[in-house]
């Protein structure tokens, strides 16, 4: 268009895209695994920062970089948002000033959630969030997707058929799931094979038995007034976080709360980042030394990991 003032034919156009992929096929590099915000690769975490510059955050134990020329592919969906450049040296800790957890040892369970949210390749528990109105339940939820996966929408609603919801998972990398009163048997199933990362197929559009198979793991949050995850499969993978009503005297307005997160996200991010340094230099000395494990045992050796980072034993 910029040349002619007129944009290509559809004679043009096909013979354009037919060309394209008889060369990505045929004469490319080969295959390459796509991956959505964050990714592993020859020893090192991977987050995408989704900015127009297509820039990457490189993770290993010798420190972490913003790296322009990212030698893995991301694929950014409508709703991949960018992220905000982290700053080296910022304080994980200040997460909890933004959101409403008193109790210590669930700051500790909360916090280790969020910094093994950033790594791939392993089981992540659902955190089940639950309180009463005014508990601030849907700003934790805005905060988490903020902090992990930004994008358009802050948070979720449950699709009405399976597929829909598939597609919803597979799409981003953290899915929030907001004010649910109640979970069907198919959502709930659904949602393990998301943390256990099993495929899921569906008949390919225009063939008669070729099928579309998506296979992936993701991160899920949910949260409701009560408990929504009731079924013992989908309770087996959980983290149960409970809130209590915030005071009237120590509630905020919604743009004190964006305000705060404005200006210390940057730092949080730069902490997360720092911390799971730290926890990579630590893993190889504390995964042999752990026991029994638990149900979520990647989980738990991570966290095992950060309580060592912490000073804990």
Same mark, same amino acid.
């Given at each position: 268009?910029?040349?002619?003032?007129?944009?290509?034919?559809?004679?043009?156009?096909?013979?354009?895209?037919?060309?394209?992929?008889?060369?990505?096929?045929?004469?490319?590099?080969?295959?390459?695994?796509?991956?959505?915000?964050?990714?592993?690769?020859?020893?090192?975490?991977?987050?995408?920062?989704?900015?127009?510059?297509?820039?990457?955050?490189?993770?290993?134990?010798?420190?972490?970089?913003?790296?322009?020329?990212?030698?893995?592919?991301?694929?950014?969906?409508?709703?991949?948002?960018?992220?905000?450049?982290?700053?080296?040296?910022?304080?994980?800790?200040?997460?909890?000033?933004?959101?409403?957890?008193?109790?210590?040892?669930? *700051? %500790? !369970?909360?916090?280790? /959630? $969020?910094? &093994?949210?950033?790594?791939?390749?392993?089981?992540?528990?659902? @955190?089940?969030?639950?309180?009463?109105?005014?508990?601030?339940?849907?700003?934790?939820?805005?905060?988490?997707?903020?902090?992990?996966?930004?994008?358009?929408?802050?948070?979720?609603?449950?699709?009405?058929?399976?597929?829909?919801?598939? *597609? %919803? !998972?597979?799409?981003? /990398? $953290?899915? &929030?799931?907001?004010?649910?009163?109640?979970?069907?048997?198919? @959502?709930?199933?659904?949602?393990?094979?998301?943390?256990?990362?099993?495929?899921?197929?569906?008949?390919?559009?225009?063939?008669?038995?070729?099928?579309?198979?998506?296979?992936?793991?993701?991160?899920?949050?949910?949260?409701?007034?009560?408990?929504?995850?009731?079924?013992?499969? $989908?309770?087996?993978?959980?983290?149960?976080?409970?809130?209590?009503?915030?005071?009237?005297?120590?509630?905020?307005?919604?743009?004190?709360?964006?305000?705060?997160?404005?200006?210390?996200?940057?730092?949080?991010?730069?902490?997360?980042?720092?911390?799971?340094?730290?926890?990579?230099?630590?893993?190889?000395?504390?995964?042999?030394?752990?026991?029994?494990?638990?149900?979520?045992?990647?989980?738990?050796?991570?966290?095992?990991?950060?309580?060592?980072?912490?000073?804990?034993?």
């Amino acid at each position: 268009y910029s040349h002619t003032g007129r944009g290509c034919s559809p004679d043009a156009m096909r013979t354009a895209i037919q060309t394209c992929s008889a060369r990505a096929r045929f004469g490319g590099s080969g295959e390459h695994e796509l991956h959505v915000r964050v990714a592993e690769h020859e020893g090192a975490l991977w987050y995408d920062l989704a900015d127009d510059r297509w820039r990457s955050i490189r993770i290993t134990p010798d420190g972490w970089s913003i790296v322009a020329d990212t030698p893995i592919l991301f694929r950014r969906y409508r709703n991949t948002g960018p992220q905000i450049e982290p700053v080296a040296g910022g304080d994980f800790s200040k997460i909890f000033n933004l959101v409403n957890i008193k109790d210590e040892d669930t *700051k %500790l !369970l909360f916090s280790a /959630w $969020l910094l &093994a949210s950033c790594v791939p390749g392993m089981p992540h528990p659902v @955190v089940v969030i639950y309180g009463p109105q005014g508990s601030a339940k849907t700003s934790i939820f805005r905060v988490i997707k903020a902090l992990l996966d930004p994008g358009t929408k802050t948070t979720d609603t449950a699709p009405r058929v399976p597929s829909d919801l598939v *597609k %919803l !998972l597979h799409n981003q /990398w $953290l899915s &929030a799931f907001d004010n649910l009163s109640g979970l069907p048997a198919w @959502v709930s199933d659904t949602f393990c094979r998301a943390v256990t990362g099993d495929g899921y197929s569906e008949r390919l559009l225009y063939t008669n038995n070729e099928e579309m198979v998506l296979s992936f793991r993701r991160v899920l949050a949910l949260n409701g007034i009560n408990v929504v995850a009731t079924r013992p499969d $989908l309770l087996d993978r959980s983290i149960l976080i409970g809130l209590d009503r915030i005071e009237d005297a120590d509630r905020l307005t919604e743009a004190e709360v964006e305000r705060r997160v404005h200006d210390l996200l940057p730092g949080i991010l730069g902490g997360a980042f720092d911390l799971l340094v730290r926890i990579l230099q630590v893993q190889p000395e504390v995964t042999p030394r752990i026991g029994h494990l638990p149900r979520m045992a990647d989980f738990a050796l991570f966290g095992a990991a950060y309580a060592r980072v912490l000073g804990y034993e």
